[in-house]
């Protein structure tokens, strides 16, 4: 019996993931398991830079239109989707591509996650009542202040990890990150960890042009159509929050499309933060996919 391996296809947002995953995965003639916290909701498309149907219908991907706005979903919940989607793929095939932008769930994958310590409902309902009340901005200023560490490499544009963050700092006067670096769960597969990576003048501009053709998609459609959830967590990130503010008559179109960018720009730095910490991966230009196949191959047994 051949040893079963997961290739890991990670790096930050508009590196070109996707199509590099496709190519793996019809070389190696398996599925893909998307990695990516919100192109698993159904009711985004556009602005979660969503695979082509296209795409879609070349490979087997898992993970991609799986869920609802409405459902709890989390690295806990991720965590559980992705083996058992793993272990479905390992029936028939000796290797899985799993590729995403959302480190928290790569590491939940590969390694399991850490135990948090308990946290009073007394501090986490004062925190979310002051959120609600105050907004994003003293949210990410409370996080920046009381744990610069987490704020440097964590999801700032998320309410949900930011509140826990705050708590946790508040619970027990340690950083978040703190309780994040436990003993690595033991997986019945081998993992190859890859990193896309490009120049940043480079990366920054296919941010900016793929910020540009979603508005030409029908972007500004779509998150008008989802106003009546924007409260939901789902829709708390980049490219849907901005818009909201636009429809809410807080700033203008313009200034919404530029802010969506910037804040993009910001989150593929925060993504490459966390993966560059990752020794185990293995970097590769987005240009380079037959190196990057050459080298699974050569790390097959």
Known sequence: MKEKICVII????????TAVAIEVARHFNTAIISADSRQCFKEM????????????????????????IHDKVNAVEFEQYALQAAGEIFQQHDIAVVTGGTGLY???????????????????????EQYEQQGLAWLQQQVQQHDPLYYDTGEIQNPQRLIRALEVKQATGVSIRTYQQGKKAVRPFRIIKLGLELPKPELHARINARVDNMMKQGLLQEVTALVPFK?????????????FDYLNGKISLPHAIEQIKTNTRHYAKRQMT????????????????????????????
């Open 274 to 301: 966390w993966f560059k910490k990752d020794e185990a991966i293995q970097w590769f230009s987005p240009y380079d996919v037959n190196e990057l196949i050459s080298y699974c191959e050569s790390k097959r047994i």
């Open 106 to 128: 790569i590491k939940a994958f590969c390694e399991g996650l850490d135990d948090m310590p308990p946290v009073s409902l007394t501090i986490r309902q004062a925190i979310t």
């Open 231 to 243: 409260n939901l967590n789902a829709l708390q990130t980049v490219g849907y929050s901005e818009v």
């Open 10 to 17: 990670a790096g930050p947002t508009a590196v070109g993931k």
């Open 45 to 68: 498309n556009i602005g979660v830079a969503k695979p082509s149907t296209e795409e879609l219908q070349q490979v087997h991907h898992y993970f991609i239109g799986s869920h609802s």
